[in-house]
């Protein structure tokens, strides 16, 4: 029972402390002076990222264009099967026409 006494003051401990809390004064405007901030963040936010504006854009799509003709023509250029035979005459992946001595 002792138990329950020691439960019972800690809870009328925090009671009393709840009631000794003093009602907080706040300005009347406080919620309009809040919102105002919030908004103006918030338009300095969207400012920021107007950087990639559209005519940004379009130059940036053109140089991605242009690269990608250049890119498709050098490919057409060079030829693919002799790409391949270097690379594997070059890392020993290329099979011989000579015979061995083991075979």
């Known amino acids: 029972m002792e138990t329950n006494k020691d439960i019972q003051n800690k809870i009328d401990s925090t ?3 709840i009631d000794a809390i003093e009602t907080a004064n706040v300005s009347p405007f406080f919620k309009d002076k ?3 901030r919030l908004f ?7 400012t920021t990222r107007n950087w990639f504006s559209p005519k ?7 140089c991605v264009v242009i690269l990608n003709v250049i890119a498709f023509t050098q490919i057409k250029a060079s030829s693919y099967d002799e ?3 270097e690379f594997a005459d070059t890392y ?10 083991l075979n």
Request: net charge negative.
């Open 34 to 36: 809040t919102m105002q």
């Open 83 to 85: 790409n391949i035979n």
């Open 92 to 101: 020993g992946f290329s099979t011989s026409t000579e015979t061995s001595f």
């Open 56 to 62: 940004l854009q379009l130059a940036t799509l053109s």
């Open 40 to 46: 103006t963040e918030k338009e300095e936010i969207v």
């Open 15 to 17: 009671l009393n402390v």
